[in-house]
């Protein structure tokens, strides 16, 4: 039997009503993170400076957990518009390349009318496997 660990970065601002990231033995399910900065506030800018955050605060939690990017199995993207983010898909790649590297994950992008931060226009969920270093 193993414990499920909540995990709460404290680099990330203060999850209210959600967790960041749940650990089931090696597997993080990493909560739907939008452009909150450390404040609470969605950061201002285009989808490219909120997918930038919303990575990072991803990434952030998954090395709370003891994972590192390698370890993402599937992310999940929503937007508020999907063309925009197409528009942008080069710029979006590169913050991609430089967080994560090279290496994708499974991965779905879902257009939303809405996320709970009105301000918000991405959000991404995932989940990883911690693997044996």
């Known amino acids: 039997m193993f414990i499920n660990e909540i995990i709460v970065p404290d680099s990330l601002a203060p999850a209210k ?9 090696d597997t993080v399910y990493l909560g739907g993170q939008t452009a909150l900065n450390k404040e609470g506030k969605i950061v201002e800018g285009t989808v490219v400076d909120q997918f930038r955050q919303a990575l990072s605060n991803v990434l952030e939690t998954l090395r ?35 967080m994560v590297g090279k290496r994708y994950p499974a991965m779905a992008g879902i257009g939303v009318s809405q996320l709970w931060q009105k301000a918000a226009v991405v959000e991404i969920q995932g989940v990883a496997v911690i693997q044996s270093r």
């Open 64 to 98: 709370e957990a003891g994972g590192q990017p390698d370890d993402l199995v599937t992310l999940t993207i929503y937007l508020t518009d999907v063309d925009d983010y197409m528009a942008r898909g080069h710029e979006i790649g590169q913050i991609w390349r430089e």
């Open 17 to 25: 009503g959600f967790s960041h990231g749940v650990k089931a033995g």
